[in-house]
């Protein structure tokens, strides 16, 4: 539901598209993401053929195996998109590596495919999914079978200090300076999830575009009434 | 789809087509080859409809193409035609491999290929490559798998097919791959002058879809004409692919006829492969029917054991009990949870202990991490302490009832994602800064008190399952 506040009569405001940055400058390491850092960061040196990245969304899966993509000049395909992943790396033996993000969407006979590809050619294969290939509700067994071969990594749920930096970095994203009173004030009232802070930054962005007003402490509580 | 611009009647008639093609195909090929369709017009009899890439065009076409056009006439008796022509998409902020040239014409005209049509009849690019590790001396005989071993060790002595095809069957990981392989290694040990040709399931349909864009699937069969084991992995996965089957069957004709050996592997025998034509089926169990069972304890004790020596590592034998009782699937799984132990000990500089072995593997060991929620905490809790669940919520404040409150409350901020305010609705309406100081109690007294810091860490633990 959204709230109400951005129903009344309101400024019309343009969805523009915002950039998302993906170097690893840009990534804040804490204690709930540090183990799967720790990995991307000794790779080449990684023991087996890839590692799968979990954790819940917007929790950064996608960011940290940019960084390792960018660094491992591997291939990278939306879950939903293998298809031509596939006829990509069939068609470039060079290739070797590759990353599929949310593999929990893909079509599995063929992320199937690309995992042997993938392995058959001495490259790596990177996975990220909400849940371990194990917990993977109707998983193709043959490829279940070989996904559980690799490590898993998870992202742990944010605590006060990440959500602090993830709140920080999603407004300022979209050019919004927010003081820390504020984002202290909001952290206590919110669900500490990854997700609802980009639903809260979405709203208050939205809100405060709408009704031509700075994101203050007494704008928060306004719209946070709203909600409940 | 969103199929843009289309005459509401037309886009009813489409989306009949590909429901009648969706129950004929099954879901599994529906959505990966038919389902990104998109209808683009109908115009003058002729069908136009858009597809993302051109490998995706010349399998339909070459498997649906038939079926697709008949189910149109049915629907409309004027259409005479379809085309199926390649739109890519539009590009999308995602990254694209670095170094990989985009090949798209203007959008909605027939896209060229780069690709010249004899690239597809190279043998060295059908052959899928070996791995060296997967050799007879690396595989574990015990009682599951000893006739598939037997028999894999037969073939690849012999000069000529004692029987013909091998067909190796058997579940998940449990040494398919491996055997072929080894069959392929040895082979070219022996008999270096024979010529062996190893295909993934993968590889096969993907080099026959082009040998079919070109029309030529004389010279995609005559690769496979001079060959002397030919063996082919995964064999299941071509259930369903009609022209594949075909031309697979004829390969496996000829080659059988001439007296080269074929090897087969799949994960049921010939006779369980759904969606494989019926002649298929019986040829495929003229030869030798080898299965590979599951495996029993004693057979993963010395896999495993075999492993660690390989590997060159200590291991306690604790270690080696546990995994070879816990992870009873099959043999790629066993292999790989010892690979994730030793690999997550290299990597942090750590000792292999029973405790690292559970941490690493927690995502395998445990069907599901549970979510805790406030009312169990609570419950834990009241119980934990010999409270009545009621003080959760009650005005109390004396410290037998207060001390255990903010314990729960401040387990529930650290198990679940709720929100302080909704944590403090749930102890009776309390307020989030009464929250806030509870967990800032538990801290403190966390600190200074290890007995209270024990028995918090006892409850969480417990709550986490």
Request: hydrophobic content about 40%; glycine content about 6%; proline content about 5%.
């Amino acid at each position: 539901m959204s709230p109400k506040i951005l129903q009344k009569n309101r400024q019309f405001t343009l969805k523009l598209p915002r950039r998302a940055a993906f170097g690893k400058e840009e990534f804040f390491v804490s204690s709930c993401n540090s183990r799967a850092v720790d990995w991307i960061d000794r790779w080449p040196k990684w023991p087996l053929h890839g590692l799968v990245i979990c954790g819940p969304p917007g929790s950064g899966k996608t960011h940290l195996s940019a960084v390792w993509q960018a660094r491992s000049n591997a291939a990278g395909f939306k879950g939903n998109e293998i298809l031509q992943g596939l006829e990509v790396l069939l068609n470039n033996e060079s290739l070797k590596s590759c990353f599929v993000d949310d593999a929990d969407c893909a079509d599995q006979e063929i992320l199937f495919h690309i995992f042997n590809c993938v392995v058959s050619r001495g490259g790596q294969l990177v996975v990220t999914a909400v849940e371990p290939p194990a917990r993977w509700a109707q998983g193709l067994p043959d490829l279940v079978s070989r996904l559980k071969t690799l490590p898993v990594t998870q992202i742990e749920r944010p605590n006060d200090e990440m959500l602090q930096v993830v709140l920080m970095k999603m407004f300022s994203d979209r050019q919004l300076t927010v003081s820390l009173d504020v984002l202290t004030y909001i952290i206590v009232r919110m669900d500490r999830s990854f997700d609802s802070a980009r639903y809260v930054v979405e709203t208050l962005d939205v809100a405060s575009l709408s009704y031509q007003r700075a994101i203050t402490i007494p704008f928060v509580r306004e719209v946070f009434k709203e909600w409940t | 789809m969103a199929d843009q611009n289309v005459d509401p009647a037309v886009t009813q008639r489409w989306a009949k087509v590909r429901g009648m093609l969706r129950s004929e195909v099954g879901d599994a090929s529906y959505r990966s080859w038919l389902k990104p369709l998109t209808l683009v017009s109908v115009e003058n009899g002729k069908v136009r409809i858009s597809v993302p890439t051109q490998f995706m065009r010349d399998w339909v076409i070459s498997h649906y193409g038939d079926r697709l056009r008949e189910l149109w006439v049915n629907e409309n008796p004027d259409v005479d035609m379809v085309d199926v022509f390649v739109q890519p998409p539009t590009p999308k902020k995602f990254v694209r491999p670095v170094g990989q040239a985009r090949h798209s014409g203007p959008s909605g005209i027939n896209t060229s290929v780069s690709v010249s049509p004899k690239e597809g009849v190279d043998t060295n690019r059908i052959n899928a490559p070996l791995d060296t590790r997967f050799n007879f001396k690396n595989f574990i005989v015990g009682k599951p798998n000893e006739l598939a071993y037997a028999a894999a060790r037969r073939v690849a002595d012999s000069e000529v097919a004692p029987f013909n095809p091998l067909f190796l069957y058997g579940g998940v990981g449990l040494g398919k791959t491996h055997l072929i392989h080894a069959i392929a290694l040895h082979t070219k040990k022996r008999f270096p002058k024979k010529k062996v040709v190893y295909l993934s399931a993968e590889k096969f349909m993907y080099h026959f879809v082009r040998a079919l864009r070109y029309k030529d699937t004389v010279s995609f069969k005559d690769q496979f004409r001079s060959v002397d084991l030919l063996m082919i992995d995964d064999v299941q996965f071509i259930n369903g692919k009609e022209s594949t089957q075909e031309e697979f069957f004829h390969t496996f004709n000829e080659l059988v006829d001439n007296q080269r050996q074929v090897v087969v592997s799949a994960d049921k025998p010939p006779s369980d492969l759904e969606g494989m034509e019926e002649r298929l089926r019986s040829r495929l169990g003229w030869g030798l029917v080898a299965d590979i069972q599951s495996t029993t304890l004693d057979l993963r004790l010395e896999i495993i054991e075999a492993k660690v020596a390989k590997l060159g590592v200590e291991i306690p034998s604790s270690v080696i009990d546990f995994l070879s009782h816990r992870i009873t699937s099959n043999v790629r799984e066993l292999e790989g949870a010892l690979n994730r132990v030793v690999a997550h000990a290299t990597l942090v500089g750590r000792d292999i202990t029973l405790e690292t072995c559970q941490e690493v593997l927690h995502d395998i060991l445990r069907a599901n991490d549970r979510r805790v929620t406030i009312e169990e905490i609570q419950k834990r809790v009241a119980a934990h302490f010999n409270i009545r669940l009621a003080d959760m919520h009650s005005a109390r404040r004396a410290r037998a009832v207060a001390r255990p409150r903010q314990v729960a409350m401040y387990l529930s901020k650290q198990l679940t994602a709720r929100s302080l305010p909704e944590i403090g609705r749930k102890f009776g309406g309390r307020d989030h800064t009464t929250v806030m100081h509870a967990v800032k109690k538990v801290e403190e007294l966390r600190q200074s008190d290890t007995g209270f810091a024990e028995d918090v860490d006892l409850l969480r633990r417990l709550l986490e399952g």
